[in-house]
């Protein structure tokens, strides 16, 4: 099958899993697996940060950054489609107290005018906007980037407001070599970032919470209160190093693929709605004599697996599993399909 779901399907390479079976681990709770240390400095290093904390998930990275960064009936702004608002079963409000302050935006991006306008006054009848979250990409945007200098303009903001800034950079990887900008730019302008080894790097396991020392020491603990403080570990974090050293430059093709795959869906009358193509994610509409769900069937049929993610809309993720040969086989079955 060629599955098409998300960019969370790919399984370990062969170098990878030889670096995984070769790492040398120990115990992480002690501060003991060099193979963890070793990845956590290495993130560290390349966002030109003090500090980082390997996590099972970017769920977990999401929210002990939210637990670190509020008090409980403080709110949080972020965009109507992000991850943490939609995705994550509440966890803002369950783990840390707050509430979500959803901001319409642009394909899932939000600009530092809507902040400012949804930043509450000091009135005691308010919650205390405590944290901004930006997502890069944005999943539900169709993988859309951030332009650099909205993300500038929203962290001018946030220090003379005195909030936090956080990104869900589950896909920042991908806004990277979609955009040109760099890991360092990002590095200087969040108080954390969250980035997930387990999408578009291909790892089976992880996510990596980055920022300054004080916070890393102080999300350790929050970790450990989430039941993540992981073992020997160091198994997973060799993963993370492996995709760090050879899976960044590839996801150039990944982005190649999608745009080759949009260009079949363009030339059919059932397809519209196709979010503008940024990196590796796909969202369009099924209509006319197709909706989402015969879409789908009729790909299964012929090995393809999409995923309708509304009444309306299909989604589509090329990775690290799909090569050009499948990403040709695709695009003649899209052809093939009568209008
Ligand atoms: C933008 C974004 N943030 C966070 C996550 C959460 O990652 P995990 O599935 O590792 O919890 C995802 C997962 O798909 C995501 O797309």
Known sequence: MIDLRSDTLTRPTPGMKKAMMEAEVGDDVFGEDPSINALESLAAGIFGREASLFCPSGTMTNQIAIKVHTQPGDEVICSDLAHVYIYEGGGMAFNSGCQARPVQGD?????????????????????????????????????????????????????????????????????????????????????????CLSKGLGCPVGSLLIGDRDLIREARRVRKKFGGGMRQAGFLAAAGTYALNHHVDRLVEDHEHARLIAAALAKKSFVSNLFPVQTNILIFSVTGSWNPETFAVQLKQQGIIVMPISPTQVRIVTHLDISPAMVDQVCACIEGLKD
């Open 107 to 195: 394909l899932g991006r939000i600009t530092a005018s809507q902040v400012e306008q949804v930043i509450n006054p000091p009135d005691d009848h308010k919650a205390r906007t405590a944290l901004v979250c930006l997502e890069n990409t944005a999943n539900r945007g169709g993988g859309s980037c951030y332009d650099l200098q909205e993300i500038i303009r929203i962290r001018a903001l946030c220090q003379k407001k005195g909030i936090r800034l956080h990104l869900d950079g589950a896909r920042l990887f991908n806004a990277l070599a979609a955009t040109g900008q760099t890991a360092r730019q990002f590095g200087g302008l969040f108080d954390s970032i969250s980035l």
